[in-house]
Each structure stands twice: as C-alpha cells, then as structure tokens.
C-alpha cells in the first residue's frame, strides 16, 4: 500500500483525497435522486450547496477533534494541523460538524431537520465506505498485529509501517469498508418501504438515520476490538 496514487510533476494525487472526491461525486447523484422522491424543495445547486457545507463542516470538525485528542503533538508542530491529507480525522468531529451544518441549512430553508438526515444517510455511509479505503491506502486508523493469513504489512513510511515495523496488522479500515457498504446497501433497498403501522411521521422521517447510526455504532463496537490506539505522531519526523 501506498498513500499517493500518481506524481505529476510537484503535484501528487494521494489515495486518501481520491476519496473523498470520488464519495462527494457519488453522493451528489444519490441526494438528487431522494429529493426528486421526497419533493423536497431544493434545487440542485441547493442540494450541491448542502453536500458542500455538510462535508467542509464534518472534515473541521473532524479535524478539530483529532487534534484536540493529540494536543501533545500537534502544540510542537503547529503547521502539521491543517495537514488533513495525511489522515487525522475522527469520526466523532465529523458527525458533531457535518449535524450542525444541517441544521443550520435545514432551518435556513424551511425543511425539516429529520426529513433532510434521511436524505443525507445512506451517501454519507457510502462515502465513509470510500474514506475508509483511503485510510487502507494511507496506512492510518490501521488494527493490532495479528498472525491471521489476512494481516497486513504496511510502508515504513505510513502510521502503521512506523508504528508496527514489518508486522501484520489487522486491516480495520477494510472491516469497516465492508461493514459501511452493509448498511449502504439495506438503506438503499429499503428507503421506499413503508413505515409500521402506528408510527408517527416524525418517527417515520428519522427511521433511516437512526438505522444508520445504531448499525455503524455498533459496528464500530465489534470492529474496535481489532483497532490499535491513535499512533504516535511524532513518527512522522
């Protein structure tokens, strides 16, 4: 594994970035397509604005809560912070800083916050099942050793290879990949299924992103087992 894909010149195309532009594309197309279903109120450039903002607020946020959480680093290496092609992310952030964007676009214009996480849940779950690719490939958010015939031997020059030398490491990011492509895929195929009898509209419109939520957490709970701690940063010097 390698983290940059392609050099052209001074300029590399990394794995990691890769995914994120390759999850923003795809969820553009899935957004359009459930706002056609629900009649939402948004034109495409409202429905490209809210993948945008939702996206530029979930990578701060993010980002703010990695760095928070490796302060002892990052306040000897200030100019590493803005370093996201790196990896660095914490899930957690960027759900705290991609709701908030909704929110605030929600009620900007007028929609219902539950009804517009519907939308935005089965794309986002795709586009973490690509970011966790980018992660493989950036050799970051890697697992423990493990003597398994699947383990993985990362670059020295990535987080795991610095970490964890010449070992096999659990590939965590491709357990997670595979867990997030899962709950893509019932989310997808069961959007259009009616709601139970007896549930209240409110109830029916977060159905989706409470499905979402409780599937990756726990997901995340069996996969946890296998992840190794936030590595050593200073690794990287």
Known sequence: MHPVLINIGPLSIRYYGLMYVLGIIAAIFLIRSE???????????????????????????????????????????LWDIPAVWRGGLAIHGGVIGGTCAVYWFARRE??????????LAPP???????????????GDAHGVPTSLPWGVVFAPHTPAGSQFPN?????????????????????????????????RPCATCCCIRWVASVWNFCGRIVCGWAHCEPHNLSAWH
């Open 167 to 199: 070992i096999p490491l659990h590939p965590t990011m491709l357990y997670e990949m595979v867990l997030n492509l899962g709950i893509f895929v019932y989310l997808w195929s069961t959007r259009k299924h009616p709601a139970k009898d007896g549930y």
């Open 35 to 77: 706002v056609r279903r629900k009649g939402l109120p948004l034109t495409d450039d409202d429905q490209t604005n809210l993948l945008l903002v939702t996206v530029f607020a979930g990578i701060i946020g993010a980002r703010i809560y990695y760095v928070v959480f490796n302060w002892p680093y990052y306040r000897q290496f």
């Open 124 to 138: 986002l779950i795709l586009g973490q099942a690509f970011g966790r690719f980018g992660n493989f490939m950036n």
């Open 110 to 119: 007028h929609i219902p916050f539950l009804r517009l996480t519907d939308v």
